[in-house]
């Protein structure tokens, strides 16, 4: 799917079954409440906390997408083009960062 894609594809799914998107502010604090739940599964299944056992059946790849629908939602609403961001982002990154991982002693 392409990202243009899946923007049209959210924005049908808030017109139909969501009614209308919350505010931008609302948005946002879901953002970082899902984006939480990511670290949560991170941090106890790759990284040194134990993980409890009410969290090892919670899905990695769904709490990622749900991060992925939400900023989709925060695109929408401001008027962002994520394929057009990205790929400006990305030709950026290219530019500035041409050597500097490379050069980067700590990646090695």
Not at 59 to 87: K, R, S
Request: glycine content about 6%; some cysteine; proline content about 0%.
């Amino acid at each position: 799917m392409e990202i243009k894609q899946a923007q049209k594809l959210v924005d049908e799914w808030i017109q139909s079954a969501g009614v209308r998107y919350f505010n931008e502010l609302t948005n946002m604090a879901m953002l970082t409440e899902e984006v939480g739940e990511v670290a949560r599964i991170i941090a106890r299944r790759y990284g040194e906390q134990s993980e409890k056992e009410s969290d090892k059946g919670k899905d990695l790849g769904d709490e990622l997408a749900d991060v992925l629908f939400v900023l989709i939602c925060l695109a929408n609403q401001t008027g962002i083009d994520l394929e057009t961001a990205l790929t400006k982002n990305l030709d950026k990154k290219t530019s500035r960062d041409a050597q500097r991982h490379k050069a980067n002693n700590k990646l090695k």
